[in-house]
């Protein structure tokens, strides 16, 4: 096997513990360290999406397990998500436009996210509009396809800021909305004919096995403060990587 390939490996597993551990998959991650090796762009995006399903269905599936989830926040999010995350799928505009922007959103939600994270465990939550949550559920959607990721660096955030759930209840939810934003946007991104890379089938193991550890920690062991702190690491990785990338 290629050295290269191998080096991806350990990268993708790495990424995949430290997001999954906040309910994340890591699609932002595993499309730096796959630009990084040289990899042909147009198959950063597909790739990203096959392992974020890998590693979100076994964060969902633990996550609901571990009874840390809600039904109804899900649906009032992936009601318009979903059909959003198909049409952003479809799509493919200069990431000049939109990456700096994004990348300092990311980062200023990590900061937040870190610096507030002992006193937001206590805070009390909101019960979210649903009008609210169908219109961002929409917008985290389009994006998420049109980036090819899962939408959980943009949707976490916002539901921690707003206060709209206890923190592993979000991770939770961030988790499966992941999982069906990422369906979707690969769906949508089929008609394009997409080529995976060669060594998907090792990244694909490395992914479940980092998927698989990070969920477990994430859903069962961390704290409310922890997983705040985890997630302030993740949201700044994906935002410098939206400077680098």
Known sequence: ???????????????????????????S??????????????SLKP?????????????????????????PLLWSL????IPCAFIGGGLTLPGHYYKPILGAVL????FHSFFTAKAAVLQESKTPQKLWLIGTGAIIGFLSGLIGVGGGIFLSPILLFLRWGETRIISG????????????????LIAKHPVLPEGIS???IAAIMG?????????KRFSGTVIRQVMAVVLLIAGGKMFLG
Do not use: Q
Not at 78 to 81: A, E, K, L, N, P
Not at 107 to 110: G, M, T
């Open 47 to 71: 790739a990203a999406l096959v392992l974020n399903i890998l590693v979100a269905s076994i964060a969902s599936t633990k996550y609901i397990r571990a009874k840390a989830f809600s039904w």
């Open 107 to 110: 980062i200023y939600a990590a």
């Open 78 to 81: 992936i009601i318009t998500s």
């Open 202 to 204: 090792y990244w694909a």
């Open 1 to 27: 096997m290629d050295l290269v390939f191998i080096l991806i490996a350990c990268g993708i597993f790495i990424a995949a513990v430290l997001y999954s551990s906040v309910g994340h998959a890591g699609a």
């Open 29 to 42: 991650g595993y499309i730096a360290i796959m630009a990084l090796a040289g990899l042909a762009p147009e």
């Open 173 to 188: 939810v961030a988790a499966v909305f992941i999982l069906v934003n990422s369906i979707a946007g690969l769906l949508g």
């Open 211 to 219: 998927g698989w550890l990070g969920a477990e920690f994430g859903s």
